[in-house]
């Protein structure tokens, strides 16, 4: 939900979205729901609400538009909980 601001947002496949205080979107999860925003001049103010505490679950990635492969950078991953290590011994 846009509390304040304007953006366009694209979706994967380039679409453009405009959107500004008041606007409701919607991402689905995974390369499907995969976005970018350009962030207006007066700034974006967002409300985001995920339906998960799984931790993998809020995880963000990037999509290179070319190889459409998605990836996390290892500080991120690391920031966002997503990396343990259980020792065997």
């Known amino acids: 939900y846009v509390m304040a601001g304007s953006a366009i947002v694209r979706d994967y496949h380039g ?3 405009p ?3 008041g606007s409701a ?3 689905p999860a995974g390369i499907a729901g ?3 925003w350009e962030v207006g001049k007066d700034g974006l103010q967002l409300l985001s609400i995920r ?3 799984d931790g993998h679950r809020r995880m963000q990635y ?3 538009r070319e190889t459409k492969r ?3 950078e290892l500080d991120e991953l690391a920031v966002m909980d997503g990396i343990s ?3 065997h011994y």
């Open 15 to 17: 679409k453009e979205f």
């Open 70 to 72: 998605s990836f996390i």
């Open 51 to 53: 339906a998960t505490t």
């Open 19 to 21: 959107v500004h205080a």
């Open 62 to 64: 990037t999509v290179d």
């Open 85 to 87: 290590y259980k020792s």
């Open 25 to 27: 979107i919607y991402a």
């Open 34 to 36: 995969s976005h970018e």
